[in-house]
Protein backbone atom coordinates (compact mmCIF):
# COMPACT_ATOMS: atom_id res chain seq x y z
CA UNK A 1 0.00 0.00 0.00
CA UNK A 2 2.72 2.81 0.99
CA UNK A 3 5.04 2.26 -2.19
CA UNK A 4 1.30 3.10 -4.28
CA UNK A 5 0.05 6.00 -1.95
CA UNK A 6 4.46 7.32 -2.80
CA UNK A 7 3.77 6.75 -5.86
CA UNK A 8 1.19 9.12 -6.05
CA UNK A 9 2.74 11.93 -3.94
CA UNK A 10 5.84 11.57 -6.32
CA UNK A 11 4.33 13.69 -9.14
CA UNK A 12 3.28 16.07 -6.46
CA UNK A 13 6.22 16.73 -4.69
CA UNK A 14 4.28 15.90 -1.59
CA UNK A 15 5.87 13.82 1.78
CA UNK A 16 3.45 11.59 3.29
CA UNK A 17 2.78 11.37 7.43
CA UNK A 18 1.96 7.67 8.54
CA UNK A 19 -0.55 8.29 11.28
CA UNK A 20 0.05 5.66 13.63
CA UNK A 21 -2.82 6.44 16.37
CA UNK A 22 -3.72 3.54 17.69
CA UNK A 23 -2.17 1.39 15.78
CA UNK A 24 1.17 -1.27 17.87
CA UNK A 25 4.40 -0.83 17.30
CA UNK A 26 4.52 -3.96 15.16
CA UNK A 27 2.49 -2.38 12.59
CA UNK A 28 4.58 0.67 12.55
CA UNK A 29 7.76 -1.31 12.30
CA UNK A 30 6.55 -2.73 9.00
CA UNK A 31 6.02 0.48 7.28
CA UNK A 32 9.19 1.90 9.11
CA UNK A 33 11.31 -1.07 7.50
CA UNK A 34 9.64 -0.49 4.47
CA UNK A 35 11.51 3.41 4.37
CA UNK A 36 8.84 5.35 6.48
CA UNK A 37 10.35 7.30 8.13
CA UNK A 38 7.72 10.68 9.32
CA UNK A 39 5.51 9.06 11.61
CA UNK A 40 2.11 11.48 13.18
CA UNK A 41 0.45 10.48 16.22
CA UNK A 42 -2.49 13.10 17.73
CA UNK A 43 -1.95 12.36 21.42
CA UNK A 44 1.17 13.13 23.69
CA UNK A 45 0.87 10.17 26.00
CA UNK A 46 0.20 7.51 23.34
CA UNK A 47 3.27 9.41 21.15
CA UNK A 48 5.34 9.24 24.83
CA UNK A 49 4.59 5.52 25.05
CA UNK A 50 5.35 4.01 21.43
CA UNK A 51 8.69 6.30 20.86
CA UNK A 52 10.87 4.96 23.27
CA UNK A 53 10.10 1.41 21.88
CA UNK A 54 10.58 2.54 18.68
CA UNK A 55 13.58 3.37 16.12
CA UNK A 56 15.48 6.61 17.21
CA UNK A 57 15.50 8.12 13.70
CA UNK A 58 11.86 8.52 13.44
CA UNK A 59 10.41 12.00 12.91
CA UNK A 60 7.66 12.45 15.05
CA UNK A 61 4.77 14.71 13.81
CA UNK A 62 2.52 15.88 16.30
CA UNK A 63 -0.80 16.06 14.04
CA UNK A 64 -3.58 16.84 16.96
CA UNK A 65 -4.62 19.30 19.30
CA UNK A 66 -2.08 20.15 21.90
CA UNK A 67 -2.53 20.66 25.50
CA UNK A 68 -0.20 23.60 26.87
CA UNK A 69 1.23 21.57 29.30
CA UNK A 70 1.80 18.49 27.69
CA UNK A 71 4.02 20.53 25.33
CA UNK A 72 7.03 19.71 27.67
CA UNK A 73 6.84 16.22 27.15
CA UNK A 74 7.39 16.29 23.52
CA UNK A 75 9.46 19.91 23.32
CA UNK A 76 13.01 17.51 22.93
CA UNK A 77 12.06 15.69 20.24
CA UNK A 78 9.19 16.32 18.54
CA UNK A 79 9.86 17.17 14.70
CA UNK A 80 7.10 19.22 13.53
CA UNK A 81 3.59 20.35 15.29
CA UNK A 82 0.77 20.44 12.91
CA UNK A 83 -1.71 22.27 15.43
CA UNK A 84 -0.76 25.41 16.78
CA UNK A 85 -4.31 27.64 17.35
CA UNK A 86 -3.29 29.72 20.40
CA UNK A 87 -1.59 32.59 20.91
CA UNK A 88 -0.81 30.89 24.59
CA UNK A 89 0.04 27.33 23.46
CA UNK A 90 2.81 29.03 20.68
CA UNK A 91 4.25 30.96 24.05
CA UNK A 92 4.25 27.50 25.53
CA UNK A 93 5.78 25.74 22.67
CA UNK A 94 8.20 28.16 22.32
CA UNK A 95 9.30 28.44 25.87
CA UNK A 96 9.89 24.78 26.08
CA UNK A 97 11.91 24.94 22.95
CA UNK A 98 13.65 27.16 24.03
CA UNK A 99 14.83 25.34 26.96
CA UNK A 100 16.01 22.15 24.29
CA UNK A 101 17.79 24.99 22.57
CA UNK A 102 16.08 24.18 19.67
CA UNK A 103 13.68 26.19 17.24
CA UNK A 104 10.61 23.63 16.69
CA UNK A 105 8.57 24.00 13.05
CA UNK A 106 4.76 24.38 13.96
CA UNK A 107 2.06 24.53 11.26
CA UNK A 108 -1.24 26.95 12.18
CA UNK A 109 -3.99 24.98 12.21
CA UNK A 110 -6.84 26.70 10.17
CA UNK A 111 -10.52 26.22 10.50
CA UNK A 112 -11.53 25.40 6.86
CA UNK A 113 -14.29 23.31 7.46
CA UNK A 114 -17.81 24.33 7.05
CA UNK A 115 -18.75 21.84 9.23
CA UNK A 116 -18.52 22.74 13.08
CA UNK A 117 -15.06 21.65 14.41
CA UNK A 118 -13.52 22.79 18.17
CA UNK A 119 -10.15 23.18 16.32
CA UNK A 120 -8.33 25.79 14.32
CA UNK A 121 -8.26 29.51 13.83
CA UNK A 122 -11.02 31.13 11.92
CA UNK A 123 -10.13 32.01 8.40
CA UNK A 124 -10.80 35.35 8.94
CA UNK A 125 -9.06 35.87 12.17
CA UNK A 126 -6.10 34.16 10.24
CA UNK A 127 -4.08 38.07 9.45
CA UNK A 128 -4.49 39.32 13.23
CA UNK A 129 -3.10 35.66 14.50
CA UNK A 130 -0.41 36.14 12.06
CA UNK A 131 0.41 39.67 13.28
CA UNK A 132 -0.11 39.06 17.13
CA UNK A 133 2.40 36.16 16.88
CA UNK A 134 5.02 37.83 14.87
CA UNK A 135 5.11 40.42 17.08
CA UNK A 136 6.11 38.21 20.00
CA UNK A 137 9.02 37.76 18.33
CA UNK A 138 9.05 33.73 19.49
CA UNK A 139 12.62 33.14 18.26
CA UNK A 140 12.50 29.23 18.93
CA UNK A 141 9.36 28.36 16.86
CA UNK A 142 9.93 28.16 12.88
CA UNK A 143 6.16 28.98 11.29
CA UNK A 144 6.50 26.50 9.02
CA UNK A 145 3.21 26.70 7.34
CA UNK A 146 -0.59 25.41 7.60
CA UNK A 147 -2.53 22.86 7.95
CA UNK A 148 -6.52 21.97 7.78
CA UNK A 149 -9.10 19.26 8.05
CA UNK A 150 -11.91 19.10 5.80
CA UNK A 151 -15.35 18.42 5.82
CA UNK A 152 -16.25 14.67 6.09
CA UNK A 153 -18.38 14.92 3.46
CA UNK A 154 -19.13 12.47 0.06
CA UNK A 155 -19.30 16.11 -2.08
CA UNK A 156 -15.82 16.58 -4.18
CA UNK A 157 -16.40 19.81 -4.70
CA UNK A 158 -17.04 20.77 -1.29
CA UNK A 159 -13.47 19.24 -0.49
CA UNK A 160 -11.68 20.75 -2.97
CA UNK A 161 -12.91 24.80 -2.32
CA UNK A 162 -11.78 23.95 1.22
CA UNK A 163 -8.68 22.98 0.85
CA UNK A 164 -8.38 25.66 -2.18
CA UNK A 165 -8.92 27.87 0.94
CA UNK A 166 -6.16 26.61 3.07
CA UNK A 167 -3.56 27.26 0.17
CA UNK A 168 -5.04 30.88 -0.84
CA UNK A 169 -4.77 31.52 3.27
CA UNK A 170 -1.35 30.56 2.73
CA UNK A 171 -0.34 32.07 -0.19
CA UNK A 172 -1.70 34.63 1.20
CA UNK A 173 -0.22 34.86 4.59
CA UNK A 174 3.07 33.79 2.75
CA UNK A 175 3.16 36.92 0.80
CA UNK A 176 2.09 39.23 3.46
CA UNK A 177 4.85 38.17 6.40
CA UNK A 178 7.42 35.49 4.79
CA UNK A 179 8.00 36.80 1.67
CA UNK A 180 11.83 35.19 1.02
CA UNK A 181 11.87 33.22 3.89
CA UNK A 182 12.40 29.82 3.09
CA UNK A 183 10.85 28.48 6.49
CA UNK A 184 7.41 29.01 5.64
CA UNK A 185 6.73 26.34 3.10
CA UNK A 186 4.39 23.63 4.04
CA UNK A 187 0.99 23.27 3.16
CA UNK A 188 -0.37 19.82 5.69
CA UNK A 189 -3.93 18.60 4.17
CA UNK A 190 -5.58 15.14 2.93
CA UNK A 191 -6.23 12.58 5.02
CA UNK A 192 -7.16 8.99 3.52
CA UNK A 193 -10.03 9.95 1.99
CA UNK A 194 -9.50 13.13 0.56
CA UNK A 195 -5.56 13.27 0.02
CA UNK A 196 -6.03 13.15 -3.99
CA UNK A 197 -8.14 16.21 -3.91
CA UNK A 198 -5.45 17.87 -1.19
CA UNK A 199 -2.50 16.78 -3.45
CA UNK A 200 -4.33 18.66 -6.56
CA UNK A 201 -4.51 21.93 -4.52
CA UNK A 202 -1.18 21.86 -3.76
CA UNK A 203 -0.59 19.64 -0.51
CA UNK A 204 2.80 18.90 0.91
CA UNK A 205 1.99 17.33 3.30
CA UNK A 206 -0.78 14.36 3.32
CA UNK A 207 -1.62 13.09 6.84
CA UNK A 208 -2.84 9.23 5.99
CA UNK A 209 -3.92 6.43 8.95
CA UNK A 210 -6.50 4.10 7.85
CA UNK A 211 -5.51 3.45 3.99
CA UNK A 212 -2.02 2.19 5.09
CA UNK A 213 -2.54 0.85 8.87
CA UNK A 214 -6.38 -0.62 8.12
CA UNK A 215 -9.20 1.15 9.98
CA UNK A 216 -9.67 2.37 13.34
CA UNK A 217 -12.14 1.03 15.93
C1 LIG B 1 -6.42 10.63 12.38
C2 LIG B 1 -5.94 11.84 11.67
C3 LIG B 1 -5.52 11.76 10.33
C4 LIG B 1 -5.54 10.49 9.51
O1 LIG B 1 -6.85 10.06 9.28
P1 LIG B 1 -7.15 8.86 8.27
O2 LIG B 1 -8.53 9.17 7.77
O3 LIG B 1 -7.09 7.62 9.06
O4 LIG B 1 -6.16 8.90 7.17
C5 LIG B 1 -5.04 12.93 9.74
N1 LIG B 1 -4.99 14.09 10.41
C6 LIG B 1 -5.40 14.20 11.69
C7 LIG B 1 -5.32 15.52 12.36
C8 LIG B 1 -5.89 13.08 12.35
O5 LIG B 1 -6.29 13.20 13.64
Not at 137 to 146: A, E, P, R, Y
Amino acid sequence: MIQEILQELEPFGARLVAVSKTKPIDQILEIYHQGQRIFGENRVQELMDKKDKLPSDIEWHLIGHLQRNKVKYIAPFIRMIHSVDSIDLAKEIDKQAEKCSRRIPVLLQIRIAEEETKFGIEPQKVDQFVGDLLSLNLDHLKISGVMGMASFVEDEDQVAAEFHLLKEIFNRIKADYFIGSPDFCELSMGMSGDYQIALRQGSTLVRIGSLLFGSRN
